[in-house]
């Protein structure tokens, strides 16, 4: 590790905050849903807005990078973040939440096909993926935040700004705009791309790489599962134990709680603990969390539920994606948009979900994630010792 990079890593992990924003989605499309008077197939439809931008800008974004560098590309993605911030506080209707998550998706899937390279170009090896867990964490902390940001916008008068629960929208752009510009002022040394830079077919060729493939396949089914538990766990305690929505918002923050904390453990257990195992036990984890979730109508059991799956769910994105790049050490930056286009499993879920829980209850929703959850253990092993 370089010696400035101590101080280098402050700006780039307040990006990693910044990516936290996208995971408002969950909460925020469950109050659009009751402004709206919208039902769960429509209000499912925001969450797909924000993540079918992973599949359309992940391999471009890895390309971009090739020709303007990792720096430039966080840079330009935290600019279309800010500007997806701004469109709710100007207008508040169906269609401009459509367009403020489909920027936040597109600035998003730009920041974390490139953010992580930005990481690895400041430090890599054996630490690497403890250093992407750092920055999950750091990321769930926004995650964590935004849906009692919500809910205080939500209970509160607020005469002179009035934005309701969506004052969370102000907050947070404030936060990135600071972030966009402590990252410009902040100078990092970049590796220069080797050779002729890959095309979009030669990128998405990669995919006959066996471990590229599968970790693919391992992020559709975790972020899938990450924004289903996001988004339905509310919905559980609301149809369970017929809670108000301002009070179900609590199991948002809960998931978001407990993945913080295990982002934060994770960041040294890994470096003592091979990713195989942590992963392995990380999964026994969700599939405790979702038994119950499927199972139980006790609120305290519930809430174990969910805390387990926060736990379970917190380490698994930085283990795929460090196992993914150091098996093609040289195309870090084609095999991160690779990765980031699974992203798009955020985009794929919550309507099947929607669906599901529309026809049975939300016992149907959470089957959807158990499928997600099987695959994930056949991911195991495919990670390297």
């Not at 301002?246 to 960041?267: D, M, P, Q, V």
Request: charged share 10%; glycine share 10%.
């Amino acid at each position: 590790m370089k010696k400035n990079s101590q101080l280098t890593l402050i700006p780039v992990m307040l990006c990693f905050f910044a990516m936290g924003f996208v995971d408002l989605v969950g909460i925020a499309s469950n109050y659009v849903k009751e402004d709206l008077g919208l039902n769960d197939a429509t209000a499912n439809i925001f969450p797909s807005l924000v993540f079918f931008w992973f599949l359309i800008f992940g391999v471009p974004t890895g390309m971009l990078m090739n020709c303007i560098g990792r720096k430039k590309t966080v840079m330009l993605s935290m600019l279309l973040t800010v500007v997806a911030l701004i469109v709710p506080l100007l207008h508040y209707s169906f269609a401009t939440m459509g367009v403020a998550f489909s920027l936040l998706g597109i600035g998003n899937a730009i920041l974390q096909t490139s953010l992580n390279p930005l990481v690895a170009s400041i430090t890599g090896g054996r630490n690497l993926s403890s250093t992407l867990t750092f920055g999950q964490f750091i990321k769930a902390i926004a995650s964590f935040v935004a849906p009692y940001l919500a809910i205080w916008g939500a209970t509160q008068v607020i005469p002179t700004a009035g934005y309701d629960w969506r004052v969370l929208f102000l907050i947070f752009l404030i936060v990135g705009a600071s972030a966009t510009l402590l990252l410009g002022v902040t100078p990092i040394e970049e590796p220069k791309p080797e050779g002729k830079p890959s095309t979009f077919g030669e990128c998405l060729g990669m995919l006959g790489t066996p471990v590229v493939l599968l970790s693919f396949l391992a992020i559709v089914c975790h972020v899938g599962i990450d924004v289903g538990v996001n988004t339905t766990a509310p919905k559980i305690l609301m149809e369970r134990l017929s809670m108000s929505l301002n009070e179900a918002a609590f199991a948002t923050s809960l998931y978001f709680a407990f993945r913080t904390i295990g982002c934060f453990s994770g960041a040294a257990i890994l470096r003592m603990m091979k990713g195989r195992t942590f992963f392995a036990i990380s999964m026994c984890l969700m599939a405790v969390a979702l038994l119950l979730l499927f199972t139980e109508h006790s609120k305290t059991m519930l809430y174990v539920a969910i805390a387990l799956a926060g736990l379970g769910n917190s380490n698994l994105f930085s283990i795929i994606m460090a196992n993914a790049m150091n098996s093609v050490p040289e195309k870090q930056n084609e095999v991160s948009g690779l990765m980031i286009m699974g992203i798009v499993g955020g985009a794929v879920f919550p309507p099947i979900m929607g669906f599901m829980s529309d026809q049975f209850g939300q016992a149907g929703a959470i089957f959807i994630l158990a499928l997600g959850a099987m695959y994930l253990f056949t991911y195991i092993r495919a990670i390297k010792e």
